[in-house]
C-alpha cells in the first residue's frame, strides 16, 4: 500500500516553488519484496518522480532497474486510462459501462452454453491478502465457478515439490540470508538470482569474498554463472 507523507515545500534557484511529496511503499516484482520511498516532486510546470530504497532486513536498502523504474508501471504516459474494444481488427476506445456491459454480456452467453465452470479466474502472487479474498469472492460468489487458481500454481509448484522432497520443507531459503557470506560451498540450480532478485547478490559476492566455492546448475549460462 502507498502511504502519504505530509508535503515538504523548496524554492528552486528560479524562485518557483516546488512540493515534495513521499510514498513509502515496496517493490512487487519479486520474493524480495524491497522496501522503497517514491518521491514526488511537483513544481507549476512539470513532476518528477525518484525511487529510493528503504533500509530492510532483506535487501538492506539496495534496489535493483526493476524496483527502481516500477512507478512507471502506475505513472506512465502511455498507460492506458480507458477501455478499449476491439472492431474490425482495430482497438477502439469505449467507455466504462460500454465495457462493464461487454464483459458481462461476454460472461452470461459463455456461461449459458456451457456451465459457469466455464469460466475460470487467475490470480497474481503479486496482490494483497484483502485483494486475493475479493478475488475469491467474486470466482465463487460472483461467477459461481470452482475454478480460480494463482501464478504461482504455475511458476512454484515444481519448485515447491522438489524442495520438499530434498529439504523436507517447502522454503525457498532453509537459511538465514546473513548466513549466506559465512558458507564455504554454494549450489544454486536452476535459478538465476542475478536477473531475479538482483538485490540479494551481494550476499553471496560476500561469500566469494570469503573463499566460498559457488556453483551454479542450469541448462544456460546466465547472468548469474557469469559473475
Known amino acids: 500500500m502507498v502511504k502519504p507523507v505530509i508535503p515538504l515545500l523548496k524554492e528552486t534557484t528560479n524562485k518557483e516553488t516546488e512540493v515534495m511529496v513521499t510514498h513509502d511503499t515496496q517493490c512487487p516484482f519479486c520474493s524480495v519484496q524491497c522496501k522503497m520511498q517514491l518521491l514526488e516532486t511537483k513544481s507549476k510546470h512539470r513532476t518528477s518522480y525518484q525511487m529510493i530504497g528503504k533500509d530492510n532486513p532483506t535487501s538492506k536498502g539496495r534496489l535493483c532497474v526493476k524496483g527502481l523504474h516500477a512507478y512507471q508501471h502506475a505513472l506512465h504516459k502511455d498507460r492506458l486510462s480507458h477501455p478499449l474494444l476491439k472492431v474490425d481488427g482495430t482497438f477502439v476506445p469505449i467507455t466504462w459501462e460500454e465495457a462493464y456491459d ?67 520443507a517447502d522454503r525457498g531459503f532453509t537459511n538465514s540470508l546473513d548466513e549466506i557470506p559465512f558458507s564455504e560451498c554454494i549450489v544454486l540450480v536452476g535459478t538465476n538470482l542475478a536477473e531475479c532478485q538482483p538485490t540479494l547478490i551481494p550476499y553471496f559476492e560476500e561469500a566469494r569474498k570469503n573463499g566460498a566455492v559457488i556453483i551454479v546448475v542450469d541448462p544456460r549460462e546466465t547472468a548469474t554463472a557469469t559473475r
Open 102 to 168: 461487454t464483459i458481462t454480456t461476454q460472461v452470461k452467453m459463455i456461461q449459458r452454453e456451457d456451465g459457469n465452470d466455464a469460466m475460470a479466474v487467475y490470480g497474481s502472487a503479486s496482490i494483497t491478502n484483502e485483494e486475493a479474498y475479493l478475488l475469491g469472492k467474486f470466482a465463487r460468489v460472483g461467477l459461481q465457478t470452482k475454478h480460480i487458481d494463482y501464478n504461482g500454481r504455475l511458476c512454484m509448484s515444481a519448485a515447491a515439490t522438489a524442495a520438499a522432497a530434498s529439504f523436507g
